[in-house]
């Protein structure tokens, strides 16, 4: 389209100070056909068909969360795309990145084929999609072909068709991968340990909170964090490690970074915001895996990510229902919080705070995501991008309320906790979906995002 004065474009967003790679500028942003189409003082903005004033708000790039998990088919009693989207839109989050431990699995083409579909007319924003490693390593090609993003690696247990007990069936899968370029994103925890120590606290009856802490083990996370990077260093795959939460496993993925090595790591808001004694106190709906962790432990997280060295952020949203989490033992309990609706939030009382600069969580929340995920034209507010925004109120305070959220899973570690800085508009491709918490988009707004 040519610049020039008789052009309409589909809308401008008027006077908000808006977060650009020179740092943060009054300016306006127009929008056409779902793109940015420019970034400019108001004289130099087009006309435009609609038009909002977003003054004293400032604008974000849309943040993109690489992992989450949206349930739906057998799981749609604890989520589906459609709830799921709609937190995510709530909580300013325009792309979401599908995990694929699902019911049924996504691990080949038609499982794959059967979320897009669903999630294309379900979902109010962008989502994208993971997938389980096939069987047959042939299938990895088709899988991307098909438009999976990343593949993702569970080494905690057996999900999808690869024996993770087999390294020689790793690297093989590691390997074909690689030839592709995307990454793949890692749950380092070791399984063989995980098991030994969990039929231990078995045998000795133990059901406390105390005994899921010392099974799922720091150094559980080292071990796995460790064996994947001997296998980055044969096979040369970028690997992604999810949310990090140990010192010892961080310090791991720290030194094979400073190897020059192709991995990326990423951390949740809780386990920066949350220790183990919050565990203590707020119970079995505080569990998740990994778990949290000692003071300690969130310094060292804190400290690296202050020095650029953790790579995303990314809110692990887990739903489930609150029977799941209440049933019997810790054993039993599901773990998993939903993140959605309170990452950004936190995040930004984080920034208000000073302990966050406001470029690490746009960093680390929109730009990296999208170029570790080669998500070319997404994750900044520059012209050709896709118009994925979020508008926010940087002096709002209100209280965490999960009775209120969108997400099927209605409780929080956060409830009650008072926040600064809120998501009041969401735009994806270039289309109102969230307005001061109302989802104002009919399913389906949001596109399935393809590799
Ligand atoms: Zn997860």
């Not at 389209?1 to 300016?27: C, P």
């Not at 979401?96 to 699995?105: E, G, L, Q, S, W």
């Not at 999960?402 to 926040?419: E, H, I, L």
Request: proline residues 4%; negative net charge.
């Amino acid at each position: 389209m040519e610049r020039g004065k008789t052009l309409t474009v589909d809308l401008v967003l008027h006077n908000a100070k808006v977060y650009t790679s020179m740092g943060i500028v009054e300016a306006g942003v127009a929008i056409n056909e779902g793109k940015i189409f420019r970034v400019a003082k108001e004289p130099n903005l087009p006309l435009a068909s609609a038009e909002s004033n977003l003054k004293g708000y400032l604008l974000l790039p849309g943040l993109i969360d690489s992992h989450v998990h949206l349930r739906d088919q057998q799981l749609a009693y604890k989520e589906d795309f459609s709830s799921g989207t709609a937190a995510a839109a709530a909580g300013g989050v325009t792309l979401t990145i599908d995990m694929p431990n699902n019911k049924p699995v996504t691990m080949d083409v038609k499982s794959l084929r059967e979320r897009m579909n669903l999630a294309k007319n379900r979902s109010v924003i962008n989502v994208a999609f993971y997938s389980a490693f096939p069987e047959n390593l042939e299938e990895i090609h088709s899988i991307l072909r098909e438009g999976a993003v990343a593949f993702k690696l569970f080494l905690s247990q057996m999900i999808g068709g690869l024996d993770i007990e087999d390294d020689d069936a790793l690297l093989q899968a590691f390997n074909e991968v690689r030839k592709r370029k995307v990454p793949i994103a890692v749950h380092a925890e070791d399984k063989g340990m995980i098991e030994r120590m969990g039929e231990k606290m078995q045998r000795l009856g133990r059901k406390d909170l105390e005994a899921y802490l010392e099974v799922h083990s720091p150094e559980a996370e080292r071990r796995a964090v460790q064996r994947a990077i001997q296998l980055v260093k044969k096979s040369g795959v970028h690997i992604h490690f999810c949310h990090v939460s140990s010192a010892v496993g961080l310090e791991t993925i720290l030194t094979a970074k400073d190897m020059g090595l192709p991995v990326t790591c990423e951390v949740t808001p809780h386990h920066l915001l949350l220790t183990s004694e919050h565990l203590k106190s707020y119970g079995i709906m505080a569990l998740m895996d990994p778990p949290l962790r000692t003071k300690e432990d969130v310094e060292a997280l804190w400290s690296a990510l202050k020095h650029g060295f953790i790579d995303s952020l990314a809110s692990d949203h887990a739903p489930h229902t609150v029977e799941e989490k209440e049933s019997g033992s810790v054993w039993d309990a599901r773990p998993g919080i939903p993140g959605l609706e309170t990452m950004l939030p936190l995040l930004l009382t984080q920034v208000n705070e000073a302990r966050l600069t406001i470029s690490d969580l746009v960093r680390a929340t929109s730009e990296m995501p999208a170029k570790i995920l080669h998500l070319r034209d997404r994750g900044s507010v520059i012209e050709g991008c896709c118009a994925d925004l979020v508008v926010v109120d940087m002096r709002r305070e209100y209280e965490i309320d999960s009775s209120k959220f969108y997400s099927k899973a209605r409780f929080s570690p956060f409830d009650g906790w008072r926040v600064k800085g809120k998501p009041v508009k969401t735009f994806v491709n270039g289309q109102l979906v969230m307005d001061e918490g109302e989802i104002v988009a009919k399913p389906g707004t949001g596109q399935i995002v393809r590799w």
